[in-house]
C-alpha cells in the first residue's frame, strides 16, 4: 500500500485495502475515564474501516487489576475474531507470573506477553519479571512492554538492560519512552540493539518524530501501534499516514515489520 | 504535497513560532502551510507562540504580520485582563482585532496568572462577546467548572475547548448538557469513538475542527475526522461549518 493511497484514502473518507497491522492495543473498559467504544465488536469495526487487517491487544482488566480474569478476556475476544485479533499475555509480577505463563503456553490465541511496569510499580528490570523472558527467549514471542522516561520502573534505559541480558528476546519499547523528551534515549536503545523495536503510540508521538525515528533506526524496527481504545485509533494512524516516509519504510512501520516479528514467533 | 480532498478544513488551533520544548523547525508561516497542504486543510486561525510565552501584544502585532496578504491563514490574537493595560481596554482590545482581520482570540488564563471566570476577565471577554468573536482555550489552561462559569457569565460568548484528550468526557458531557455556548475543539481530543459520541449526543454544532499544530500532528485530527463513522454533512460541519457559524470565515480560502 502507498502512503499516496493511504493518504488520499483519509481526505476521500474511502476505505483503504485491509494491509495494517496495529501492534498495541487495549480492550473493554477503564476506570479512571469514560470510553464510548471499548468492546471487541467496536474495534473491529473500526479496523475495517482505517483498513486495519490485524491487531495485538491485552485487555483493561489484566494490565489494570486482574492479569488472570483480565487474559481469559483477551482469549474470548480473539476467539470471536481469530482472523482479526491476537493476545498479549499480561504478566502482572505480584501475581504469580510463572502460573500465568503455564497456564497460557502453547495457546495460539496469545502471540506476545505484555508488561506494564509502571502501572504495577514494579522495575522491568527486577527478577519477578524473569520467567518472562525465559519464557520469551524459548518461545520467540515479543515483548511489548510500557516505558515512560523517566520513571524508576520502565526508562527506556531498562530496555536496554534487558536487551543485553536477553539478546534473543525481541522487545517492543511501548510508546518509546512515551515523551518527545525521551524519544531519543529509546532511539540509541534500539540503536545498540537490533532486536529492540520502538513502538509508536502516545499522546506526544508526532509525524516528525516519526520520520526521524525511521530515519535513525530503519523501518526493521519501527512498529505502528494505536494504543486503542486508550486512544482512538485514527489518531495514532493518521500520524503514520502523513509522516513524511518513503512508501516502502510506511509498509513495514505499518504492518511488515510486526509480520516479520511474528513469523519468527510461528504465529 | 497530499492536496486537498473532498472536504473543507479549517483549523481552529495552529500556532507560528518557534516553540522552547519542541522542535517544530522555524515556526515560519511557509511552514505552516506545507504542513497544511500535506494534511489537506484548506486555511487556519493561527495564534503566534510569542503571544503565549513572551508578551500578549507583541505576538499579537507578529500574527498579523505575518498572515498579512496570506488568504488561508487569519490571524488569533491573545487577550489579557485589561487591569493591566498590556492589550488595551476591552473596546480599544476588540477595536484593533476587527481592524487587523482577527477572526477569534486565545486565553491562557494558566500560563498568564488569573481565572478564565474570574471578574478580572470579564469585562473583556463580554467586549468579544459583543463583537462576535470567539474565545479559544485549551483545556489545559483551566478547568471545566470555570469553562462552565464563563460560558453562563457570557451566555453569547462561543467559547471553544481544545486539547482536551482521552480522559475528561464524563466532565464534558456535563459541560455541554448544561451550556449552550461552550464547544469542543478536536485537537487531541483523542477518546475511542468520543468525536462519533459527541456529535450523536450534542450535535455537530458544537464540535469545532482544530489540530494543535505543529506541536501536535496535524494527522491526527484530519485523519480522525475524515474516517470517523460521521455521515458527510457531519464531518462537513465539524471541519469547518461550526467554525463559521461562530465567526466570519470571510475571505479565507
Known amino acids: ?267 | 504535497m497530499t492536496g486537498p480532498g473532498r472536504f473543507r478544513l479549517v483549523d481552529a488551533d495552529a500556532t507560528l513560532g518557534r516553540q522552547p520544548r519542541v522542535d517544530v523547525g522555524d515556526g515560519s508561516a511557509a511552514a505552516l502551510l506545507e504542513r497544511m497542504d500535506r494534511v489537506g486543510i484548506a486555511a487556519a486561525l493561527v495564534s503566534h507562540s510569542w503571544s503565549r510565552l513572551h508578551d500578549p501584544a507583541i505576538g499579537n502585532a507578529l500574527v498579523s504580520e505575518l498572515v498579512a496578504g496570506e488568504r488561508r491563514l487569519a490571524a488569533c490574537w491573545t487577550v489579557l485582563p485589561h487591569g493591566t493595560g498590556e492589550t488595551g481596554t476591552p473596546a480599544a482590545f476588540v477595536r484593533s482585532a476587527r481592524e487587523h482581520g482577527v477572526r477569534a482570540v486565545r486565553a491562557y488564563p494558566a500560563d498568564h496568572g488569573y481565572e478564565l471566570a474570574g471578574p478580572d476577565a470579564a469585562p473583556v471577554f463580554a467586549a468579544l462577546a459583543d463583537a462576535g468573536l470567539p474565545l479559544l482555550v485549551d483545556a489545559g489552561q483551566t478547568s471545566w467548572a470555570e469553562v462552565e462559569a464563563l460560558a453562563r457569565r457570557h451566555p453569547s460568548l462561543p467559547v471553544v475547548v481544545g486539547r482536551a484528550g482521552y480522559r475528561v468526557l464524563r466532565r464534558i458531557a456535563g459541560v455541554l448538557d448544561r451550556t449552550s455556548n461552550v464547544h469542543v475543539g478536536t485537537a487531541d481530543l483523542s477518546s475511542n469513538g468520543g468525536l462519533e459520541w459527541l456529535v450523536a449526543r450534542f450535535g455537530s454544532a458544537r464540535l469545532v475542527f482544530g489540530t494543535g499544530m505543529p506541536e501536535r500532528d496535524p494527522g491526527e485530527s484530519v485523519t480522525r475526522l475524515l474516517w470517523s463513522e460521521l455521515p458527510d454533512d457531519a464531518v462537513a460541519a465539524v471541519g469547518a461549518g461550526t467554525l463559521a457559524g461562530l465567526t466570519d470565515l470571510g475571505g479565507l480560502a
Open chain 1, 1 to 267: 500500500m502507498s502512503a499516496g493511497t493511504l493518504a488520499g484514502a483519509v481526505l476521500d473518507r474511502r476505505t483503504p485495502p485491509p494491509t495494517v497491522v496495529d501492534a498495541h492495543a487495549h480492550l473493554g473498559p477503564y476506570s479512571l475515564f469514560f470510553i464510548p467504544e471499548q468492546d471487541a465488536a467496536g474495534l473491529v469495526r473500526v479496523m475495517d474501516r482505517c483498513g486495519v487487517a490485524r491487531t495485538l491487544l491485552s485487555s483493561h482488566l489484566a494490565i489494570q487489576c486482574d492479569a488472570a480474569a483480565g487474559n481469559d478476556a483477551t482469549a474470548a475476544a480473539v476467539a470471536a475474531y481469530p482472523d482479526r485479533l491476537a493476545g498479549y499475555l499480561v504478566v502482572n509480577p505480584w501475581q504469580d507470573p510463572v502460573a500465568e505463563l503455564a497456564r497460557w503456553a502453547g495457546d495460539p490465541r496469545f502471540v506476545g506477553i505484555k508488561l506494564h511496569p509502571s502501572l504495577h510499580e514494579y522495575r522491568l528490570t527486577g527478577p519477578r519479571y524473569r520467567p518472562v523472558w525465559e519464557y520469551a527467549a524459548a518461545t520467540r514471542c515479543p515483548v511489548l512492554t510500557h516505558t515512560t522516561t523517566g520513571l524508576p520502573y520502565d526508562d527506556p534505559a531498562m530496555v536496554g538492560e534487558i536487551a543485553e541480558r536477553y539478546p534473543d528476546v525481541t522487545i517492543l519499547a511501548g510508546h518509546s519512552g512515551l515523551f518527545r523528551a525521551g524519544f531519543d534515549d529509546a532511539i540509541e536503545v534500539a540503536r545498540r540493539h537490533p532486536h529492540v523495536l520502538l513502538e509508536l503510540c502516545g499522546s506526544f508521538m508526532h509525524g516528525d518524530e516519526i520520520s526521524r525515528m525511521v530515519g535513525e533506526v530503519g523501518a526493521g524496527q519501527v512498529v505502528f501501534g494505536s494504543d486503542a481504545p486508550f486512544i482512538d485509533l485514527r489518531m495514532s494512524l493518521g500520524r503514520v499516514v502523513f509522516a513524511r516516509l518513503d512508501e516502502a519504510d510506511r509498509d513495514a512501520v505499518l504492518g511488515g515489520t510486526m509480520r516479520r516479528v511474528l513469523a519468527a514467533a510461528g504465529h
